[in-house]
């Protein structure tokens, strides 16, 4: 038979408990006695982009910095942000800028060195929705 030898990834772990499931049934053993779970896959994400300041160059955008609840205040956002950061560096991004909601955690990014940039020099984020992005570009002449 044909087979592919290959690394394994975190998208493998739900395969693999099931094999060390099976293993524990092959040495006689309850798998139930299997006591490992799959609490050590994904637990949280950063995503970024790069975007472009006329001023400072190639900045690092974070759209989404999630952890989540159940694995929270185990510094793993804090890594996830250090990791973002580690990275604009290395693409020599001069700042890292995000967007939260008031209700977010603000405090998280603040205690990172982050700062408020509505509350120290009142900037607002504009948005234009779908029917306004329309609008606007149906009215350009060139
Ligand atoms: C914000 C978030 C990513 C933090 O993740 P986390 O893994 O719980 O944070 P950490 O354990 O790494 O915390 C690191 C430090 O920040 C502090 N901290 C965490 N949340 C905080 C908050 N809401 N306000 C103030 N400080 C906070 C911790 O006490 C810790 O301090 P220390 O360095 O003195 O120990 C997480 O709460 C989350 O996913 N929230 C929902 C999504 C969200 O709001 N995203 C936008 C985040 S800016």
């Known amino acids: 038979m044909n087979c592919i030898i290959r690394p394994c990834t975190v998208k493998d772990c739900k ?55 159940q694995f929270r205040g185990q510094q793993i956002g804090k890594r996830l942000i250090e990791k973002a950061a580690q990275a604009a560096v290395a693409k020599g991004c001069g700042q890292l800028r995000m967007h939260i909601a008031k209700t977010n955690e603000m405090g998280f990014l603040a205690r990172q060195g982050g700062q408020d940039l509505t509350a120290k020099e009142g900037w607002s984020l504009f948005h234009f929705k779908e029917d306004a992005l329309r609008r606007l570009a149906a009215r350009s002449k060139f």
Not at 28 to 35: A, D, L
């Open 15 to 69: 395969v693999i408990l099931q094999f060390i499931k099976e293993i524990a049934v092959h040495y006689r053993v309850p798998p139930t006695e299997v006591k490992v779970t799959l609490e050590g896959g994904i637990v949280g994400y950063v995503l970024s982009s790069f975007t472009y300041s006329t001023w400072k160059g190639r900045n690092l955008y974070v759209d989404n910095l999630y952890v989540q609840p």
